[in-house]
């Protein structure tokens, strides 16, 4: 049992700070979080899913991850691929019944979910950059949805919460190569053709122009106040110019981690709508 749960925790390791934080802070500003045990139901939630997607991406991905990660449970032997499989059977089984605890609403969530990750693992869209980012984002947005169902005080949807989810997806569609700028090695080596693979300069002058008209965006429509919107762009304009200028995987490494503060800020903007709306 420790085994399996040692083993689960590093099969998501590296999402923590990319996915479960920022989809947690999402669900927290924009349900808004309804009370603890809201709260922890959404993080449980979330989790399992995580680990549904990645015990599927991972069994796909060992000549990769020997490179980019070698500690990984199939990569360092923890694991056989048998046993992979197995594990990925039991996190739909797992991730359907918990899902369907809560409604139909949620099934059709986590059915979504199952979807896009059999498209991105299996039927290879993980190998196009541009198939790569539309089931990233597919997960990204069910992943928002179904945690800021659970966090609310009702699992209703509203304008705000949809609204927040959709320009999330966009967010993340126009931004996601941050993540492949230190992988560039391990994925060239698995014939992985990434934006930043494709087009080594013109993705991180992308990146930095998205970033910029994000923070400007983002701020203006949440119209999150004047200090907040500035120290947001000025954190955007860092993080587009840290990639622009340094390209060495040690920096592209740092420079995702601080992509993923700015990510977790533009997360939480629309906490500001929610303040502001007078209790129904
Ligand atoms: C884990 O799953 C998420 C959601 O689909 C995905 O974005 C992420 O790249 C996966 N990470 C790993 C290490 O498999």
């Known amino acids: 049992m420790q085994h399996l749960i040692y083993t689960a925790i590093l099969f998501t ?64 032997g923890m694991i056989t691929k048998s046993q992979a499989r197995q594990l990925r059977m039991g996190t739909v089984i797992t991730c359907l ?45 069910s992943l928002e949805l179904g945690a800021t169902k659970l966090m609310g005080k009702t699992l ?25 700028f230190p992988d560039v090695e391990g994925d060239a080596a698995s014939g992985r053709i990434t934006f930043p693979i494709y087009a080594p300069e ?3 002058v992308f990146t930095l122009f998205a970033t910029v008209m994000w923070s400007i965006g983002l701020g203006w429509y949440w119209a999150s106040g004047t200090v907040v919107w500035e120290a947001f762009t000025i954190l955007g304009l860092y993080v587009g110019f840290r990639y622009y200028k340094w390209r060495t ?18 997360h939480l903007l629309p906490l500001h709508a929610r303040l502001n709306v007078p209790p129904a």
């Not at 979807?115 to 190998?127: H, Q, R």
């Not at 993923?260 to 800020?265: E, G, R």
Request: net charge negative.
């Open 202 to 204: 013109f993705s991180r």
């Open 249 to 266: 995987p040690d920096r592209d490494r740092r420079s995702y981690l601080i992509f993923n503060v700015w990510l977790v800020c533009a």
């Open 97 to 141: 019944l918990w899902s369907w605890f809560y409604g139909l609403d949620l099934v059709a969530i986590t059915a979504a979910l199952i979807a896009t990750t059999w498209m991105y693992d299996e039927a290879g869209l993980s190998n196009t950059a541009l198939g790569k980012n539309f089931c990233n984002i597919g997960g990204y947005v």
């Open 156 to 180: 209703q949807l509203d304008t705000v919460s949809i609204t927040a989810a959709l320009l999330s997806g966009a967010l993340i569609f126009t931004t996601i190569q941050a993540q492949d």
């Open 13 to 76: 390791w590296t999402d923590y700070k990319t996915i479960l934080i920022p989809v947690t802070a999402f669900a927290c500003a924009t349900g808004p979080i309804h009370s603890v045990s809201k709260l922890l139901q959404s993080i449980a939630w979330i989790w399992i899913h995580l680990l549904l997607c990645n015990v599927s991406n991972q069994a796909g991905s060992e000549a990769e991850d020997k490179i980019n990660h070698p500690w990984r449970p199939l990569p360092s």
